[in-house]
């Protein structure tokens, strides 16, 4: 998971980009009157009627206001947007119902071990899961907290289905990680380092928080790719032979319920 340096989420960023961006609207309009200072004031050629230079000023000077109105009003409409964006939910201000519930803090999700089986998929244990998570991992060492898991659907021992979690019942750190962070900007840095494309959203279900799948090269050309993240959990999920990306997000939305208490 991916820290921002910059609180995004603070009133004094959104309050900064709301400066920042009515700041360059203005400098915009000064610039238009300026430089169009001349043509506002047409000239009155000898034997020229002065009416008609007037009603012609008249003309210009409106369409100038006109853009400086169109530019003001563009801003605000961009300032409004930027604070939707950087004002959305925190990853550590997501709630789930209390049926979800068997820890020591209300309305949270509870994330333990990854189970041993969901749906038709089926936890590798031993030297599977150790050349499975070997295969995965490519050599990298796990950040401190993260806990793996391999999955087999169709029997043959091989991994089908990879997942990785942190979760706050064993790493209290999560939380200090997600106090300051909107889920779309945790998600989006997860799978920035995935590098992958074609990313969208999906129903997160009964735990809320939320949920998203995209598309990431593999050995065999590209594979989705899945993450979910709530108040107190954070989990990337590599399907090995899935393209589809509703069907991805299916299979993580069970695998997140089997694994949510």
């Known amino acids: 998971m991916i820290v921002a340096s910059v609180d995004t989420a603070s009133p004094e960023y959104a309050f900064g980009q709301v400066v920042g ?3 360059v609207a203005l400098i915009a309009i000064v610039v238009v009157w300026r430089q169009t200072r001349d043509w506002r004031s047409p000239y009155t050629p000898p034997g020229g009627d002065p009416a008609d230079t007037l009603r012609e000023a008249r003309k210009r000077h409106l369409i100038i206001v006109g853009a400086s109105v169109l530019i003001a009003v563009s801003a605000c409409v961009k300032a409004a ?3 939707s964006h950087d004002t959305a939910p925190l990853a550590s201000g997501t709630q789930a119902p209390a049926s979800a519930w068997s820890g020591a803090e209300e309305n949270e999700p509870h994330t333990g071990a990854p ?3 969901f749906q038709d998929f089926q936890r590798l244990t031993g030297e599977a899961a150790e050349r499975a998570e070997t295969e995965m991992l490519g ?3 796990l950040p401190e907290g993260l806990r793996t898991a391999s999955y087999d659907r169709d029997g043959d021992g091989s991994v089908d289905l990879f997942v990785a979690i942190r979760s706050a019942q064993w790493d209290p750190s999560i939380r200090r990680d997600k106090a300051n962070e909107p889920i779309p900007q945790e998600l989006g840095s997860a799978f920035a380092g995935a590098r992958a494309h074609d990313v969208a959203g999906f ?3 009964q735990h809320g928080g939320g949920l998203s799948c995209g598309l990431a090269a593999g050995p065999e050309g590209d594979r989705a790719v899945c993450a ?3 108040a107190t959990t954070f989990a ?3 399907l ?3 393209t589809d990306l509703a069907a991805a997000a299916r299979t993580t939305l069970a695998l997140r319920n089997a694994a949510t208490r």
């Open 21 to 23: 961006v009515l700041a």
């Open 228 to 230: 979910w993240s709530d």
């Open 203 to 205: 129903d997160a279900g």
């Open 81 to 83: 947007l930027s604070v």
């Open 139 to 141: 050599g990298r060492q």
């Open 115 to 117: 189970p041993n089986g």
């Open 240 to 242: 090995v032979r899935e």
């Open 236 to 238: 990337m999920v590599r």
